[in-house]
């Protein structure tokens, strides 16, 4: 199996702590980066990477190289400590960089390891919103381990060895599970988008070109009865709305 390792924290403490001690439950190849070392300069807001395509923004280079290491994985573990009761700034850049990724998601068959310290709060939403993020990029499946270490060096080995486990587990299964009823309605969201007069025309070519304008959600993904049929409906709904 494939890893790929991004620290989110400038430095190498207490989270680097929680995820090297995951890291020993993990089997396989792995590559590790540190964004701080990365230096992506800060998004600048030119909507390029959204109107025009991802190869137009000027921080092209660095932001694609990461992506690429992502695709290369089977398994991403993601990690930040709490600053001011959010993601550092570092993965809060990184990620606007990524936001093109809303419209034209594509990691349906990644799964992700989020791994958040604090000092004593904060650590469950910031996690969460980690995952949502990845889950709008595509992401399959989000694993959390969270810890408050109330300014000691201290790590929560029990959880981490039992959550980084079950990742591993899933990794090597190479199952893909259902969406929950949020992602399928995201999904068909930016699908429908492509209805309207005047849709973003690189969002229309990303749909189109890669065919999942015509499924309910990524192909490789079972919906299971369901769900299909309410992403079907939600499908509907949302073109009708929206145009
Ligand atoms: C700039 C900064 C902001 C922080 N903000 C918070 C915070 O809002 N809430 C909190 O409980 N801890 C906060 N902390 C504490 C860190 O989240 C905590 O010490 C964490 O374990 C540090 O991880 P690291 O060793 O990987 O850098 C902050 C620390 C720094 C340096």
Not at 123 to 145: C, M, P, S, T
Not at 220 to 229: A, C, M, S, T, Y
Request: proline share 3%.
């Amino acid at each position: 199996m494939k890893y790929l390792i991004i620290n989110g924290s400038p430095r190498k403490k207490n989270t680097w702590s929680m995820a090297k001690q995951a890291k020993t439950n993990l089997e396989g190849e792995f590559e590790e980066i540190q964004l701080m070392k990365e230096k992506i300069p800060m998004c600048n807001g030119c909507f390029k990477c959204i109107m025009e395509g991802e190869e137009n923004c000027p921080h092209y280079e660095i932001v694609n190289s990461i992506l690429e290491k992502i695709k290369w994985s089977d398994g991403l573990i993601i990690t930040s400590p709490v600053y001011a009761m959010n993601v550092t700034a570092l993965i809060k850049n990184f990620f606007d960089h990524t936001a093109y990724l809303y419209h034209r998601p594509k990691f349906f068959d990644k799964k992700a390891l989020v791994i958040v310290s604090t000092a004593g709060a904060g650590q469950k939403d910031v996690a969460n919103y980690i995952g949502e993020n990845l889950r709008h990029w595509g992401f399959n499946k989000i694993y959390q381990i969270t810890y408050a270490c109330g300014g000691k060096e201290s790590i929560n080995t029990e959880e981490i060895n039992k959550v980084s486990q079950k990742f591993h587990k899933d990794i090597v299964s190479k199952k893909l599970h259902a969406p929950n009823i949020g992602d399928l309605i995201f999904y068909n969201l930016w699908r429908a988008m492509i209805s309207t007069k005047e849709p973003i025309k690189i969002d229309k070519e990303y749909w189109e070109s890669t065919g999942l304008v015509n499924y309910e959600f990524a192909p490789d993904v079972n919906l299971g009865f369901i769900k299909k049929i309410f992403a079907k409906i939600m499908f509907f709904i949302l073109k009708k709305v929206i145009k």
